[in-house]
């Protein structure tokens, strides 16, 4: 609506510059944008799923599943599906059309991360504390779990080399796979290991095709381009890497024909910093970090491989980092307050752009008013004008198309990472999540809660939870009145007590 009040040269900017504004639904320790960029869904300590509206900032949603803090977040192609796994070692896929829970899937060890596959929503792969990588197949009410392999693949070795082999495989034993993510057509899994590994997996047999390393310490996390073309691998030996991938899409594929080479390093040489989060740009030209105890994110350009801004605002060390998949528009969660910042570029406004003869001046002149611009007009005249105006019919019930609405992200990107022509997978009417005009407030804005008439407490860890005992998921009505109780009860005691001292 205000985009004409814009500068049009503010508008090319491809990063954001300053600080624009933070939001606050409890302690937020994830966050991940849908594909079309109006929704940002947060993770909670508190084990609550918040979906946020970008562009009214508002609380679009909440989820209630988890009794403890979410890991990670991932949304389906079309919006209408989000995948969010915990430390009680479950995964929900939830359904946004209604906040149901579409299936809840448990494992035997806490979940790092869970990916979800890139066109099929009940599909999805899960990195685990200490135990093999699964992947999980939802299309059924029972789910079908299949292991990954943690252990790169390795030449073959000669007959004279069996206690050398036996010694490898001895220590490829010990490898967790600590990241997984899907390539963009999902025919094979990414997967990064404890010991700098990164192996590609197929998806179809579950076999390592490939393998190589990276670096000698833990392959922290991955992420691909909107595309699927390069990944960014971030590191504990700190030091973030650009890849460019090979196509993976490709049917007469020879895994010995896959080379793997870094493009970019990106690091602080000076201060020798690590990074917490890392994250591309929309459009993948650029890098942006979070800094491991220090409150900067760093923002480097890939094509000279330098950096280009240092984006400071809040004073507390931030964790996950995202940018929007459209905008130049970055958020960034806080350890310590679990407030979510974000910064954009600064738009002034070209209040010129309202009226064809409005213009901005700089100092103070004399207005010159036309000949009729002050008539007055008899009371029949402006009566009539008022009653034509109300005469015209004004449609409020079709929804005009909008650009990004029925969009189709093979068509945007033009092809696969394979380099073939988009096949319309993502093609129909896009989904669009219902407004909920009964969304309640957050529970845990403030840590001191009053009890009483000027009687103040601590709120208990655990408050607002006691929904998660009755097992009740969607709206969480049930746990909000079962945690106003003791609240009340605390008020009846505190009242009694002083009634006896006078």
């Known amino acids: 609506m205000n985009l004409s009040l814009l500068d049009p ?3 090319a900017q491809d990063y954001p510059e300053c600080l624009a504004g933070n939001l606050r639904s409890g302690h937020a320790t994830c966050l991940r944008f849908n594909r079309k960029g109006d929704f940002l869904a947060s993770g909670r300590a508190d084990g609550t799923v918040v979906i946020f509206d970008v562009e009214t900032n508002g609380v679009a949603r909440k989820l209630r599943g988890h009794i403890r803090q979410i890991q990670s977040l991932s949304w389906s192609r079309d919006g209408r599906y989000l995948l969010s796994s915990s430390q009680d070692w479950k995964c929900i896929l939830w359904d946004l059309s209604d906040g149901s829970r579409v299936r809840t899937v448990r494992f035997e060890a806490p979940v790092y991360i869970a990916e979800l596959h890139t066109y099929n929503h009940f599909l999805f792969v899960a990195s685990l504390f200490e135990d093999q990588p699964m992947l999980v197949d939802m299309t059924g009410p029972i789910p079908v779990k299949r292991t990954l392999p943690s252990a790169p693949k390795r030449p073959p070795l000669s007959a004279s080399g069996d206690a050398a082999s036996s010694k490898q495989a001895l220590q490829d034993s010990k490898q967790i796979t600590c990241v997984t ?71 007469n594929l020879d895994p010995g024909n896959i080379t793997i080479e870094v493009e970019h390093k990106f690091q602080d ?37 330098s950096l280009v801004k240092i984006l400071e605002g809040p004073k507390e060390e931030l964790g996950v980092v995202e940018w929007h998949p459209h905008r130049p528009f970055v958020a960034a969660c806080g350890l310590e307050s679990g407030r979510i910042y974000l910064w954009s570029i600064n738009t002034p406004q070209r209040w010129s752009a309202l009226a064809p003869d409005f213009a901005e001046v700089e100092e103070n002149v004399e207005y010159v008013e036309r000949e009729d611009e002050f008539d007055i007009h008899p009371i029949a005249v402006i009566q009539k004008r008022r009653l034509d105006r109300e005469d015209e019919d004004v449609d409020v019930l079709t929804i005009e198309p909008v650009k990004g609405g029925e969009w189709d992200d093979d ?41 009483g008439p000027g009687t103040m407490r601590r709120k208990s860890p655990g408050a607002g939870q006691e929904w998660a005992e009755g097992g009740s998921g969607g709206s969480g009505d049930e746990g909000k009145a079962g945690a106003r109780k003791p609240a009340a009860s605390t008020t009846a005691n505190g009242t009694a007590k002083r009634q006896r001292r006078r």
């Open 269 to 305: 040489v000076v201060n020798r910093l690590s990074w917490n989060h890392v994250a591309f740009s929309s459009t993948g030209e650029y890098v942006t970090a979070s800094t491991y105890k220090n409150h900067d994110i760093y923002v480097w350009e890939r094509s000279h491989g």
């Open 181 to 251: 993510i899907f390539n963009s057509s999902g025919s094979h899994i990414i997967a990064g290991t404890s010991k700098g590994w990164l192996n590609i997996i197929s998806t179809t047999t579950c076999e390592a095709v490939y393998s190589t390393r990276l670096c000698n310490g833990v392959v922290i996390f991955l992420r691909l381009t909107a595309s699927g073309r390069d990944m960014v691998v971030n590191s504990s030996d700190r030091i973030i890497r650009t890849i460019h991938m090979p196509t993976l899409s490709d049917p």
């Open 9 to 11: 040269f503010v508008l």
């Open 411 to 451: 068509e945007e990107e033009g092809q696969h990472d394979d380099g073939q022509a988009p096949t319309g997978r993502g093609q129909g009417s896009a989904f669009r999540m219902p407004v909920l005009l009964d969304v309640s407030e957050s529970e845990i804005e403030e840590e001191i809660v009053a009890v």
